[in-house]
T-cell receptor, first 115, second 116 residues
């Protein structure tokens, strides 16, 4: 299995809803990432997990809450989001630790719309 | 922190022509420079990368050059095909201990269109 799998592919939620995005990889990768991508813009780093521990939080609002239950899974819990949070949320993983050079493998993303 | 500038923002070429996209970076400690291709509605995919101890790397029709002194790197695509049409992002990975270490800084992207 050489893929990063994200679910759901599309999500529409109201500002008072609570939802979660899920990401899974079975490549034995050491680091996992959440990126946010707006249309026609580059991906922006949100969180990095290394060996299941949070290593980087890029000052992301607390309405986004990451969780890494085990080395293969990464979740992003969403609560009280704003319409400007609508974006493509990309999960990624890397074989080596986040501070070592190496390829990022991206999932197909979860397209989030906040009404 | 690191600042990556990418030019041009859009590029149109005829099928069979070459395409060149250029990026500059500001942090001399950056040590890894990947290029990602993102087709509409798809994930970014690595097409080629280069480490700071190498000046040039080639993979079939795609090549990347790095000039560490000038702090710029370029993507060269030869014999372009319509399926090369996509957004291309350059990136630089921070290598200095501190706030930039390990972070991947992306350029703003180049929309490449290859006309048949």
């Amino acid at each position: 299995d050489t893929e990063v799998t994200q679910t759901p592919k599309h999500l529409v939620m109201g500002m008072t809803n609570k939802k979660s995005l899920k990401c899974e990889q079975h490549m034995g990768h050491r680091a996992m990432y959440w990126y946010k991508q707006k249309a026609k813009k580059p991906p922006e780093l949100m969180f990095v997990y290394s060996y299941e521990k949070l290593s980087i939080n890029e000052s992301v609002p607390s309405r986004f809450s990451p969780e890494c239950p085990n080395s293969s899974l990464l979740n992003l819990h969403l609560h009280a989001l704003q319409p400007e949070d609508s974006a493509l949320y990309l999960c990624a993983s890397s074989r080596r630790d986040w501070d070592i050079v190496g390829e990022l493998f991206f999932g197909e993303g979860s397209r989030l719309t906040v009404l | 922190g690191e600042n990556v500038e990418q030019h041009p923002s859009t590029l149109s070429v005829q099928e069979g022509d070459s395409a060149v996209i250029k990026c500059t970076y500001s942090d001399s400690a950056s040590n890894y420079f990947p290029w990602y291709k993102q087709e509409l509605g798809k994930r970014p995919q690595l097409i080629i990368d280069i480490r700071s101890n190498v000046g040039e790397k080639k993979d079939q029709r795609i090549a990347v050059t790095l000039n560490k002194t000038a702090k710029h790197f370029s993507l060269h695509i030869t014999e372009t095909q319509p399926e090369d049409s996509a957004v291309y992002f350059c990136a630089a990975k921070g290598g200095e201990r501190g706030s930039t270490l390990g972070r991947l800084y992306f350029g703003r992207g180049t929309q490449l269109t290859v006309w048949p």
